[in-house]
Every structure is written in C-alpha cells, then in structure tokens.
C-alpha cells in the first residue's frame, strides 16, 4: 500500500509538469499582454501613463524575456509560495483568492450537501421500482434539470426569488451588510440568498448523480447474492442497504476525487449571473483580461487539486474494496 | 482392420426423401427471421421498441430537416427590423372573431409610449383583425444565399404583423431568429463530435493497439486534459480566436474548440474496448491467418464497437450545445451576425429582460427540447448498440 501511494505521488509530477506548461501555454496564447492593454485603456482615457511603473511591472514580471525564461520564473516561484501578482488588482495572487475562498467553500459545501441529500433517496427510490411512474417522473425531471442551461435557471430563480420573496438581487448578502464584520443578523441574511445558487448549480449535479446510483445499484440489485439474502429472509431494509447499497457506492467514493476542485472553483458562470463573491467570476474575469498571474496561479492550483483528489479516491477504492488490484490500472 | 470371415458389408443406402433440415424441429418465421436478420435489423428491432428514443429521433429527424428550408418556414428574415415594433410582446393566434369564424389571425397593436416610466406598451386591438396567410409570398429572401425567392410556408397580412413570441429590442422577430438559429446550434454539436470523434478513434485506437510510450504519453496528456476546469479552459482557447477572423470562421473556431476537449472520454473507451477485445478468440485467428495488424483494427476490431462509439457521440451532442449556450452568453462564443440559440439567449441575460420582456426566453425551448431529445435518443442508441443483450 506504501509503495502504491508512493509510486502513484511520482506518477503525479509528470501529470503536473505538463499541465503547468499547458496552462502557460494557454494563456500566453492571445496576442497581447495584460500592460499593454493598460497602457492603451489609459491613453484611450486620456491619462498619463506612469512609465516609471510600467517599466517596473514589466522588469519585475519579466514581461521582456522569453516566454521559456517567464515560464521557469512562475513555476520556481510557486515551489516558495509566490503565485505571482494580480495587475488588475494590484495584489498578490493569494491575497485576491484568500479573500474570496470562504464564501465559495461556503456555497459549495452547501451545494454538495442538497445534492447528495437529493439524489441518495431518490435514486434507491428508482433503482428499487424501477419503471415505475415515480422512477419514470423522476428520471424525467432529473433530465430536465441537465438539459436547461444554469445560467438561465439562475436569471429566472433570482427574479421569482425578488417577486415573491423580496430577496435582494444578486450577491450573496442583502446590501446593507456588505463591509460589515459577521454577524447572526448577516448569517441570516447569507442564508436568505444561499438557496439560489444551491438550488442552479445543484440541480445538473443531482440529475447525473440519480442516474449513476440508479444504474449502479441496478446492477447490483440483479446479482445472486441479493437473492439469496432475500431467500433467507433477511429483513428487505438490510438485503438493500447493508449489501447492495454499499457495493453499488464505488462511483461514489471515486467522485470525492473530482468535488475537491469543484469546491474551490464555486461554478463560474451562476456566479456571474448572480453576482456572487466567490472565485469562478474571479478567474473569469483574469482570463479575459489576460490577468495571467492570477488565470494561471489559480487554474494551476485547480488541476493539482484534481489530481490531489483523484490520488485521495483511488486509495480510498483500493482501501474500501478489496477485489480492486493495485498493480496498474486501478480505475476502471 | 479386415473384416472377420463370416461378416458381410452392411447395404449402402442414401433416403430417396427430399432433404429437409427444419424436419426435426421447425422454427417459426419469427424465429427464422431472427437468426437470418442482420446486425443493422437487429439494432433497429431493438431501437424501435425504446419509445421515448423512437419518438426523440423522429423529432430530431424534423427538426434537421428545418434547417435545410429554414428561409420557407420563417415569417421574417433574420436580420429584418420593425422599427415600429420594438419589444413588441407575443401576438397570440385566435380564430374566432365577435363569435365568428374567420381562421387563423392576430389582432394588431396599438403603440403607446408610456412617459411617466418610457416604457413601450401595445395593446391588441380588437378592430385590427390581421388574418395570418398562407402558402404565400411575403418577403424577399436570399434562398441558401444563391437565389432570390419569395414564397413562404406562413406570412403576416398585408401590412400587418405576426410577432407569435414577440420581438426583440431591434424589433426583430424572435420566432423568426429562432429558426434561423436551429442552422448555427444544431450542426455545431454534430461538427464538435465529428472532430472528437476523429480525434477519439484515431488517439484511443493507437494508444490501444500499440501501446508503449505512444499510450503513455496519450494517457497522461489525456489525464491533464481532463483535470483542468471545463469552462476556463473553454474560455481561454475561445480568447485565442484571433478578433479580426470573420464570424462563419469564428464558427468553426468554435467547434473545433469543443471537439478538441471533448475527445478525451471517447479515447478512453475506444483504448479501453481495443485492450478487452485484442484477447478475443477472433483476433488471435485473424493473426494466425496472418492478417496485418491494420486490417485487424479497421476490419476486426472497430466494427465491433462502432455502434456503441457512435452512440456515446450521440450523448456528448448536447454537451456541446450547451457547451455553444454557455461560450455565447459570456461573450466569447458565436458572434452576430451568426445567429445560435445561445447568441439569442444573450439577449435575455439581465434581469430586466427577464421582467419586462420575458419573451426573449423563448431561445430556451428548443434548446432544452433539443438536449432531452438527444439523451432519449442516445440511450436507446447505446442500448440497441448491443443487440444481444
């Protein structure tokens, strides 16, 4: 098991040196820097352009060397903790992301837990009378929450939510408590405007989540073993849950690995629909406006979460379930 | 070995009886039908049954076959302007008037301009009976861009109007843009899959079928592809596209863009299907008959999943034309003049449209009933994929 951990965290660095270069590579693509479009919003605006300043910013982050030289430059300086410098906010990369982590932990872990809380009853609830007109409805609604865009469901939630509810629009608090220290009354307040984004971003996650544990703990549910449980007049309730519930939650365990980035990376366009302070609207804005310390520190630190994770799922599987072999191949 | 002495040869005798292998047991036509059915049949005796499946293609079938006529079925062209009918809200259709029959019509609006809030208001007129034509000659077109045609399926009345979902702040007919739209948003999926489908079969295959560094390197190019976040990463290839192409290049910027991540999960299958069946029994004859390990691929190996790989393809469509929503509603999918369904739904991305004009939503329907189509009709593709099941 030692070995397996330690040769699947060397497996880990190739992975994490091709994504780095991937990244830097991607975001240096479009023409054009992240200076030299402020020079030209400045000019554009009429206002001196303190060269000094420039020319310091442009020493200081190398933008005169070669993309080769800045490459080593950003990687180096993430190995001591320096993730570089946001130009738009004129910060480091850690203060801007600090800043907004708590509340995307926040929405996030809220939406992991309506989901799994969705999903869990109302999958056993299809696998176990499957074809039915509860699965039937069920799945259908499932489907639908995938097939309409998040971004709409978002707009039309916010509205119903201000007609009918008079909750403020956008954000995540009522504006009268942005800037002030936490209190019960701005807890309340987070919690009046939480639903929202739960709800839109959990509903495709639900949807696809009923549908694996329905199929998985069909599978299970026609095995021989499950009969004979029955035949030997195990209580229905353990026949489900303590045998085939349980094998049937592999696929569980191996999506632990991919909600690790997810918590981080809080659903970026809902955000932006909703105006939420978290970290996906963050990101999107540093990827159009070439705000390429914080777009790539950021999206570096998202795939060595996912990779993290996967490494963290797969040991949790090969731990859980003895019949998967740890020599290659550990997923299926 | 002699025969003993005393022994004589047994008579040789053949049955003058007609020969008839059903003699013993007979098979049903049905039955007969099953056995001598090819794998095609098969697969659509499985598919047929798959209701809502059958019912999603055939949508599916219709709705592709607007794209080719979408000039005949539209009431406007795309870019044609009501000056006089900016956020008109949708005219519903009547067909009795006072009591009386007179087929389908729209009763026309009265425009007013509200001062205390600006805001525009119609209100239908009952006088203004607008019956709708049909098989009719409305407005020029260019047909496909190559002729000049005017014939339409439905048209306004002469000097009248027909906004069936209303109009946009241009004055634009959302219907109208709604069919035009079907051209962009639904062969975008199709373009998005065939590159990934390519890419898919030709990287999984390889890493499959000859293994070594090649699949190495695929399997973690293919691990780093998956691990970084869907929508940044679409976000950052759409922000290479240079400013200056023009939009139809744009178009296919984008799809290529899809295509280019979403290869990955159909790699894995194709590389993981080619590892399970190089074991099978037929491969190691087809080897001992000393075919080439490219015939075995082409002829042996992938027409045995084809199907299945093709009805995964099918799956991944409406990713991707939510995929094409998603890009065009942050601004950096499809531009106009390009007209999709997310590039309407752009439109309608503030709150104010969603209170004050709430039409401008409509974009929505289609692509929803489009992805449940292409999920109904994907699963009851993969499911008649394997026949004997």
Request: charged share 15%; glycine share 8%.
């Amino acid at each position: 098991m030692v070995y397996y951990i330690f040769r699947r965290m060397l497996m880990m660095i190739p992975t994490l040196v091709i994504t780095s270069a991937l990244i830097f590579a991607i975001i240096e693509a479009p023409p054009g820097d992240y200076l030299e479009s402020y020079i030209a919003e400045l000019k554009a605006q009429g206002e001196a352009v303190d060269t000094a300043r420039i020319e310091y910013l442009r020493k200081e982050y190398g933008f005169d060397k070669s993309p080769v030289e800045r490459y080593f430059n950003w990687v180096g300086g993430m190995f001591v903790g320096d993730f570089g410098y946001s130009f738009a906010y004129e910060l480091p990369v850690t203060a801007v992301v600090g800043d907004r982590l708590f509340l995307t932990v926040v929405v996030s872990m809220a939406t992991i837990i309506f989901t799994w809380l969705i999903a869990f009853p109302i999958g056993i609830y299809s696998a176990t009378r499957q074809y039915s007109w509860g699965d039937y409805g069920f799945t259908f609604l499932g489907l639908l929450g995938l097939a309409i865009p998040n971004f709409l469901l978002a707009l039309v939630l916010m509205y119903l939510a201000n007609v009918w509810f008079g909750t403020s629009i956008g954000g995540l608090v009522d504006p009268a408590f942005v800037g002030q220290p936490m209190s019960w009354a701005k807890f309340v307040s987070v919690l009046h405007h939480l639903w929202i984004p739960v709800i839109v971003i959990g509903t495709a996650g639900t949807a696809g989540m009923i549908r694996r544990i329905r199929a998985n703990l069909l599978d299970e549910l026609q095995k021989q073993y499950v009969t004979t449980a029955r035949a030997k007049g195990l209580h229905p309730f353990k026949a489900l849950v303590k045998y085939p519930l349980r094998m049937s939650l592999n696929f569980f365990i191996s999506d632990i690995g991919s909600l690790l980035p997810a918590v981080i990376s809080g659903a970026e366009v809902v955000a932006i629909v909703l105006s939420l302070e978290t970290t996906g609207p963050l990101l999107i804005s540093a990827l159009q406006q070439q705000d390429m310390y914080l777009a790539g520190s950021f999206l570096m630190f998202l795939s060595l979460l996912t990779v993290v994770g996967v490494l963290i799922s797969d040991i949790a599987l090969a731990w859980l379930d003895p019949r998967i072999r740890l020599s290659g191949g550990v997923r299926k | 070995m002699t025969l003993p002495a005393n022994a004589t040869r047994l008579p040789h005798t053949v049955s003058d009886q007609p020969f008839d292998p059903d003699a013993i047991y007979k098979y049903t036509d049905a039955q007969k039908a099953l056995f001598e059915a090819s794998q095609l049949r098969l697969m659509w005796w499985k598919f047929r049954r798959h209701k809502p499946a059958l019912i999603s293609g055939i949508f599916l079938a219709v709705l592709y076959f607007s794209i080719l006529i979408s000039e005949l079925l539209a009431p406007y062209n795309l870019e044609t302007r009501n000056s006089s009918h900016i956020y008109a809200p949708p005219q519903a259709i009547h067909l009795f008037h006072n009591g009386e029959f007179i087929g389908p019509f729209v009763y026309g609006f009265d425009y007013k301009l509200n001062m205390e809030n600006l805001k525009r208001e119609y209100v239908p007129n009952l006088e203004k009976v607008q019956p709708l034509r049909f098989f009719c000659s409305g407005e020029k077109y260019k047909f496909w861009g190559l002729f000049e045609a005017s014939f339409r399926f439905v048209c306004p009345a002469e000097k009248g109007t027909m906004f069936l979902l209303g109009t946009d702040r241009l004055g634009r007919d959302v219907l109208s843009r709604i069919i035009y739209g079907a051209r962009i948003s639904l062969t975008i999926g199709l373009l998005g899959v065939g590159v990934s489908l390519v890419l898919g079969i030709v990287i999984g295959g390889m890493a499959g079928y000859y293994g070594g560094l090649f699949d190495v390197l695929s399997q973690r190019l293919i691990e780093v592809i998956q691990s970084l976040p869907s929508i940044p990463l679409w976000l950052a290839l759409a922000a290479i596209l240079p400013i200056t192409w023009s939009p139809i290049v744009v178009y296919f910027g984008i799809t290529v863009i899809l295509g280019l991540l979403d290869w990955t999960g159909l790699a894995r299958t194709v590389r993981s299907k080619l590892l399970a069946l190089r074991e099978e029994d037929y491969v190691s004859a087809a080897q001992v008959m000393g075919a080439s390990s490219r015939r075995i691929v082409f002829r042996h190996l992938i027409p045995g999943f084809a199907s299945h790989l093709i009805a995964t393809a099918t799956i991944a469509i409406p990713t991707m034309i939510l995929g094409e929503t998603t890009l065009s509603f942050l601004g950096l999918g499809l531009r106009a003049p390009i007209t999709s369904w997310g590039v309407l739904l752009t439109e309608a991305q503030n709150i104010n449209a969603v209170a004050l004009y709430p039409w401008l939503l409509w974009p929505v329907l289609p692509v929803i009933l489009v992805v449940l189509a292409y999920n109904f009709f994907g699963d009851g593709l993969r499911d008649a994929a394997d026949p004997y099941k």
